[in-house]
């Protein structure tokens, strides 16, 4: 079945995503209507950011924490759809980090389809830094910084 492209609008500047994850479409992913659920890229959203940090050189252990001390919990989503994604699709997802203020920062997700172009959706999430005794927002300590800032480059902006 051919998929029909239900939306005109424009595919974010790629140029700006130094991050790219492919993962393919599962039978399971899918609802009645022979579609991705809505839920479901929000999970290919959380695997790109995964990876993301696991290639910066991060390792998450169980209880949420990475292995260099740092823990942080998710503010905000906010997600817009563009086309479906049906089962067997193989995705891009393509992940940044926008701006980093004192104790939060946004990472940004472009989910395209890997062979055809076709966009599925942008997602933004709010992520907060969390004192791993207290649980209460502190700042990103100045090393994690340095090392987003240098991967991101020009395309990240710095909030204080």
């Known amino acids: 079945m051919k998929q029909q492209i239900i939306s005109d609008h424009m595919q974010p500047d790629l140029s700006k995503y130094k991050h790219k994850f492919q993962m393919r479409v599962r039978n399971y992913h899918v609802d009645s209507l022979g579609i991705v659920h809505n839920a ?24 949420g924490f990475l292995k260099n001390g740092i823990k942080v919990m998710v503010r905000r989503n906010e997600i817009n759809y563009y086309n479906p994604a049906r089962t067997d699709d193989l995705i891009d997802v393509y992940t940044r980090i926008a701006y980093i203020k004192n104790t939060s920062f946004c990472f940004e997700h ?28 502190e700042r990103l300590k100045d090393v994690y910084r340095k090392m987003l800032i240098d991967f991101e480059g020009d395309n990240i902006e710095v909030i204080e």
């Open 40 to 63: 479901i890229y929000l999970e290919y959203c959380e695997s790109g950011r995964v990876e993301y940090i696991r290639d910066l050189g991060f390792t998450i252990l169980a209880g």
């Open 110 to 137: 472009v989910l395209l389809n890997a062979e055809t172009g076709i966009f599925y959706c942008d997602q933004k999430s709010i992520q907060v830094n969390l004192n791993t005794e207290t649980n209460k927002p």
